[in-house]
């Protein structure tokens, strides 16, 4: 079962760049690692995804090291609209073939933003 | 538009009084799952479906029943409601099951069982 471990809080300020780290050590071969990020009373919504190296889109970056052990969301320049619960996600790597898949998130963690 | 619609958003209810939180995605994705959120607890997966007919348990089962008869629609039944089962619960889905698909999530229901 491949777990997450993630701080449970940061704090920022506007204007900075945020990276929050997940460390997944029995992550498999097949998985890929996907972030979210939550407001209360909403559901998770997906910001980014990757299986190894660097990965850009308009909201942030995700770099995985070779060993794929961990990962880190890197979010630049955060504003107080990105106060919110952020989650790694890796998944249990039985893909289809394999008579089930079961996705666990880790515990997330709480990035604060100030002015 | 395309979303994961769960109902009803809140509910009351008493202990021992069956109810189902519906749930329903027009994305046509094979993969639904339910999850509950407690403080402190992060999301905990409670049942998953890889498709239709086609269920099984997350990390915390006790206490719920799924269905999966249509590929759109995934209930939660709670058949005896318990106090421990208060909970914002979340439906989602997602193409298939591997981890290279997103998940998309419903609003939320948030239950209180009295």
């Known amino acids: 079962l491949a777990k997450t471990t993630q701080p449970i809080s940061m704090d920022s300020y506007e204007g900075q760049e945020v990276n929050i780290t997940c460390s997944h050590n029995n992550i498999a071969t097949n998985d890929y690692i996907t972030w979210y990020q939550q407001f209360p009373s909403q559901g998770p919504r997906f910001i980014i995804q990757g299986y190894k190296t660097k990965v850009t889109n308009e909201v942030a970056s995700l770099f995985i090291p070779a060993d794929r052990k961990s990962s880190t969301l890197s979010l630049p320049r955060v504003s107080l609209s990105d106060t919110a619960v952020y989650y790694c996600?890796?998944?249990?790597?039985?893909?289809?073939?394999?008579?089930?898949?079961?996705?666990?998130f880790g515990t997330g963690t709480q990035l604060k933003v100030e002015l | 538009e395309a979303q994961v619609t769960q109902n009803p958003r809140y509910l009351i209810t008493v202990t021992g009084k069956k109810l189902t939180v519906t749930c329903s995605q027009n994305m046509n994705h094979e993969y639904m799952s339910w999850y509950r959120q407690d403080p402190g607890l992060g999301l905990r997966q409670i049942y998953y479906?890889?498709?239709?007919?086609?269920?099984d348990k997350g990390d915390v089962p006790e206490g719920y029943k799924v269905s999966r008869k249509e590929k759109r629609n995934f209930p939660l039944i709670l058949e005896s409601p318990s106090p421990n089962q208060t909970s914002l619960y979340f439906c989602?889905?997602?193409?298939?099951?591997?981890?290279?698909?997103?998940?998309?999530f419903g609003d939320g229901t948030r239950l209180s069982i009295l």
């Open positions: 479906s890889m498709n239709v007919e086609v269920t």
């Open positions: 989602a889905s997602s193409l298939s099951g591997d981890s290279n698909q997103p998940q998309h």
């Open positions: 996600l890796v998944g249990d790597g039985y893909g289809l073939t394999g008579g089930g898949n079961k996705l666990t």
